[in-house]
């Protein structure tokens, strides 16, 4: 039996079909997304049904999972027509707005009441920015999705009458608790959704998908009418990128993971929910009934694409000059906020660098330096998860920068944990993928997760120290 699960990230549309037993991916398929913060929808539609195609159709699957990335704002009317370009997770243009939700209702409140503290990021600044910049459009709002919601919605055959078989039933809207919980206005401790501060950002109440628990179904209707998609066909809940990461990567309650994408992450299954008043861990809601307590920075692989460029090399290249220095670079230190900062919250932050002596300023020292300060701020994360009560027993290191040895070694110096590195995979895609055979079966398969390297823990104090001496 075969599975298929659907990662709708930033840059792409990846599709992996799995053997439902065992996950073994037995065929894929992948669509490139148009650049920007501010993307039409309808490109995310365009590409899921290339990469489907790519990926031999879904004629022999049994189930579908979509995995997304987390906050875009989706915003529908009445007909089910999407009113404007989402603002994706990266659109930094809703800070002032998420200042102003912070100083109405207080940080600590808002921590309690939704598990998050509102930072650009989050749907909710983006519907407040929508009520304050665009309030035409924000009237016209009958219907607020994520999109891995809009994309579930699309794919069960739903949509505006011209373009679906089943009809702009907005009712028929689904999500998951993990996606949910990246709103700020849903929140993990309490599993519902806080209408108020809905109200509060888009000045008006609205319809939001239908929470679905971790292994329940969609009710997919008549399906969407694509020729290689089975009418009909079980869709799960679907999950947060980073929630299905988790899935992907088996970890359990306890476990921890460093993602290095576009975006950093740090993340670790909790049993107990999270509310940060300082902002700096996210109390998502995991896939899987427990708790992904979070933290996430802007700049992780675009610092290692930025300056392999200045030195004019290749990332491979930039991994072996950074191994011929020291740690600690010989006193070099980046502070990486090339394009502002999620965490800490400096939206309209730079880059700077320090420690430039002539005896550091060197090509193998900046490349170092790069990386160090890369894997410092998600260091700095990982202290942030292990203070809400997290002990991870080691790090799971995953993202495309990940199979660089470089990173890996790195990494086990300024972590100080066991490092393992997975084969490399499309774990978000997977992670759907297993969530789709579980919610088939009524339970949670187990499927084995191959490594490809296992660093022991290698603590270089140096190289944290005097990042931090230099980010005060």
Known sequence: MLVAGIDSSTQSCKVVICDAGTGEVVRQGRAPHPPGTEVDPAAWWEALQVAITEAGGFNDVSAISIGGQQHGMVVLDDTGRVIRDAL??????SAPAAAQLREEYGEAALAERTGLVPVASFTI?????????????????????LPHDWLTWRLAGFGPASE????????????????????????????????ELLAAALGHDAIVPRVLGPLELHDSGTGSGLANVPAGIPIAAGAGDNAAAALGLGLKAGDAAISIGTSGTAFGVATEPTAD????????????????????????????DSVAELLGVDHDELGRLALTSAPGAQGLVLQPYFEGERTPN?????????????????????????????????????????DTGLTPRSITLVGGAAMNPAIQEIAAEVFGLPVRVPKPGEYVARGAARQAASALRGAWQDWPLDLVRELAPAPQPVIREQYAARAQ
Not at 125 to 145: C, I, M, N
């Open 277 to 304: 008043a300082s902002g700096t861990v996210a109390g998502f809601a995991d896939a899987s009934g427990h708790y992904l307590p979070l933290v996430a920075t802007m700049n992780a692989a675009r610092v290692l």
């Open 164 to 195: 679906s078989p089943n009809g702009p039933d907005l009712a028929a809207l689904t999500t998951d608790r993990s996606d949910a919980s990246g709103t700020g206005y849903w929140s993990a401790r309490t599993g519902a959704y806080d209408r």
């Open 346 to 386: 400096l939206p309209d932050a730079t880059a700077t660098l320090f420690g430039m002596t002539l005896a550091s300023t060197k090509r193998e020292h900046l490349a170092r330096a790069a990386i160090e300060g890369m894997l410092c701020g998600l260091a700095s994360g990982l202290n942030a998860l292990q």
């Open 125 to 145: 600044t983006k519907l407040r920015w929508l009520r304050d910049t665009e309030p035409q459009h924000a009237a016209r709002v009958a219907a607020v999705a």
């Open 88 to 93: 994706l997770w990266n659109d930094t243009r």
